[in-house]
């Protein structure tokens, strides 16, 4: 997959802009710095990206349970082309797949001021 470069002050635009496969990370790196700087929070609602600039809204829908959750991007990764994004354990919870390894997503980013998902 091919991700365009981000340009600051660009308007970010996914829709369904990337489907993929998304994982989650908890314990092992909880209270750990993420590559923002700040103190990961297993149980906020944060993901790691490859490319989008730090703070951006991303909304995730899970395509197999369709439910969907907004995360704020504080981190990077995966480093792995098999995934195009890895949630906090509690970006998880909401989406229902904790237990459940790797899940294919849809992801949309949301404008500034955009604080919900786009309808189904």
Request: charged share 25%; net charge positive.
């Amino acid at each position: 997959m091919i991700v365009p470069p981000i340009v600051p002050g660009a308007q970010l635009e996914l829709s369904a802009d990337e489907v993929g496969l998304a994982s989650w990370y908890g314990a092992k790196f909880h209270k750990r710095r993420t590559a923002s700087g700040e103190l990961f929070d297993m149980k906020a609602l944060t993901a790691a990206h490859p490319t989008l600039p730090f703070g951006s809204l991303v909304c995730v829908r899970s395509q197999a349970t369709g439910r969907s959750v907004v995360v704020r991007i504080n981190d990077r990764g995966p480093h792995t082309r098999k995934r195009v994004i890895d949630l906090s354990r509690g970006a998880a919870e909401v989406l229902g797949m904790v237990g459940l390894g790797l899940k294919p997503v849809e992801l949309f980013a949301l404008d500034d001021g955009e604080r919900d998902c786009p309808a189904p």
